[in-house]
Structure formats: structure tokens, C-alpha cells
């Protein structure tokens, strides 16, 4: 039997292209999505190429929720597997005071990635199979002071995944939630990471094919965030609110 193909959203991130050559090298055929998807042409011939498999190119525009629907009965299959790697950073000092930046940043990474999930999930749940991957954030377990708008969005994605595998788990579709962690990207390379603690976008990817072929859960890219981020949840209060971290 042949595997179905994998969607992937937001197609031109460093996450997104290192999961579709990991589901590549195990033959799946790839639907690679994003803004200007016909610029993805280099990489749909090198992987037709190199992998020799179907690769189409679709349209995709996370903040067009009206057009979602549209977007999924449009693909030439339902797929098998989803990865949400849709996302952006913004810059927290500057959205502080750009209200409209910061509305742009939640819906980058909460309101348009569950509007997306949502379809793919009815689509699923009527056929009683599948996997959906979205890409949250370790950033999202706990508010602070240097990236609350961002963490406060990949809160409400990681809350809403949590929700759609709670409803989901008895129909046949497995949910998964992937917390990165410092993740080497072009999203992150004005930042200055620790090395011990960055993981590079194919171990991200490694992970996500994993977790979708054990039918994990939650997923951390590097195992210590786990240790870090309950840590970081434990501080009490009146302790947290003096620190920056």
C-alpha cells in the first residue's frame, strides 16, 4: 500500500523543507503550501529528482480563513499527514506598540493555523484517519516579559491542539504538538542562541516523521526543554514576575 501524501504549510520555512525531505526519503508524496507558491519550483524539481515523487505546489495564505475551505477541497488529494510549520517571530519591543503588528503576529501564530486545522480536521475525522502536526512553542508554556505575544499565541495554538487530540483520539486521528525549542532557522539568526540548547531544522523534522509514525503526543526536539520548561512553570509568581528570562 502507498503512503498518502503530506501536506505541508507555510513551505518556505527551514522546518517545513527539512520535514518534507524526511517524509520524502520514506516516499511520501509532498504538497508543499505557501504565499507565491509557484517560487517553490527549484525545490519541487530537486525533489521529484532526488526522491522521485509526486510533488505539487498550492497557494496558501494562513490569514485567509474565509478561504480555507476552498483551499483544502482544491488539493487533488486529501492528505495524510499535515505539518503546520506556519509561524512568525515579530519583534516584541516594537509590537508593544504597534497594536496592529501584534494582532498580525497572534494570527500568524494561533487564529490562522487552528481556522486551517480546524477544516483538515473535519475532513479527517469523517474519514476516521490521519495526522495532524502543528508546530507550537515552548514559548507558549509560560508568559514573559521578552516575547508574551508571541508565546501568548503559541499558548492558545498549543491549548487548541491539545483540544482538537482530546476530541479526535477515539475517530482515528492522531494530533500532534511539536515544542521545538531554540531551533536554528532564518527566523532566529539575529538571536543569540545557546549552542547545547539549538537544535537544527532536520532534528525538528526527525521528530515530527517520529512522532507521527508512533503516534506521539507532544514532542520537544531537544529532550532537556521538557526539564527547562517544567522548571520554569514551578517558579512561583511573586518570583517569576522580578526575573527576565
Known sequence: ???????????????????????????????????????????????????QIQVTLHDFDV????RHAEFVDGLPELPEIVVCAVGALGNQEEDEKDILGAAQIIRSNFEGP?????????????????????????AGERGRATNYIYGS???????????????LSK????????????????????LDLPEKLTAQPSEVASAIVRATKKRKNIVYSKPVWAFIMTVIRSIPEFLFKKMRI
Open 153 to 167: 499565541a503559541k499558548a492558545g495554538f498549543s491549548a487548541y491542539l491539545s483540544g482538537l487530540r482530546n476530541r
Open 63 to 66: 490569514l485567509d480563513v474565509e
Open 1 to 51: 500500500m502507498s503512503n498518502g501524501p503530506v501536506l505541508i504549510l507555510g513551505a518556505r520555512s527551514d522546518i517545513a523543507q527539512a520535514t518534507a525531505h524526511e517524509y520524502a526519503e520514506h516516499g511520501y508524496p509532498i504538497q508543499l503550501a505557501a504565499r507565491n507558491s509557484e517560487t517553490l519550483q527549484i525545490i519541487k524539481h530537486d525533489f521529484e529528482t532526488r526522491y
Open 171 to 190: 475517530k482515528g486521528v492522531h494530533v500532534v504538538t511539536v515544542l521545538p525549542g531554540f531551533v536554528d532557522t532564518k527566523m532566529t539568526e539575529s
Open 114 to 138: 487552528a481556522s486551517i486545522l480546524a477544516v483538515l480536521a473535519n475532513r479527517f475525522e469523517k474519514r476516521a484517519s490521519g495526522s495532524l502536526v502543528g508546530i507550537s512553542s515552548v
